[in-house]
């Protein structure tokens, strides 16, 4: 059986804990399945980098990245081939960052880690940091986030100070982007593109399940997808 490729766009450090819950959870794929992972470290990411011998792309925490264009491209490159995209902490916050720079136009859409006084921060400071912090989430019951994850609220861990603007959630509305699961103080904490056959975006990082030796349904999920498309 062909292996299923995924790439995981991010700067691999052994002290992040998330990077080492991603390894684990490569290892605890089951059913069969055989999944070959390579990490792409962000600075190795040039214009001409080619992305088409994986089957899947998951953008990784440790955000802000080396090189943020390169992220983006390798974002971007997922969303427009409908190559099945997970993007978690921020590569949640990189996502919508693609999305409303390249689908909608704003190209003044920032990052305010990166720049704290761009005049459009699409990703700001969270109302509460959520570092190693845990937060029920609760699914809004739009797209087939739910099917893929659950639709009850479940406890999930964090490691992140910023997310969604909630000044510029209006920009998503009818755009193609959906808010899938949301906080108990209702700031978004999901988002899934429409039209597309798996991509989705998460505040919180679902790899942590892998160091409870359990694989995450929404990486479940991701892998699934991808060995379809393979």
Known sequence: MQAVRIALVGDFSPDVLAHRAINE????????MRVESQWLHTSTLQPAHAFDSFHGLWCVPGSPYANTDGA???IEWARSRNIPFLGTCGGFQHAVLEFVRHVLGRNEAAHAELDSSASFPVIA?????????????LPTGRGRFARWYGSAPRMEGFHCSFGLNAACESVLENNGLE???RGEN????AIELAQHPFFIGTLFQPE???????LHPL????????AQRQ
């Open 25 to 32: 959870s490569m290892r605890l794929v089951g059913n069969g």
């Open 72 to 74: 983006l491209r390798a």
């Open 125 to 137: 400071p969270l109302a509460c940091a959520l570092v190693e912090k845990s937060e029920r989430i």
């Open 179 to 181: 808010v899938v699961a």
């Open 186 to 189: 209702g700031e978004v904490r």
């Open 208 to 214: 942590r399940s892998a160091l409870r030796g359990e």
């Open 219 to 226: 990486v479940h999920a991701f892998l699934e997808a991808a």
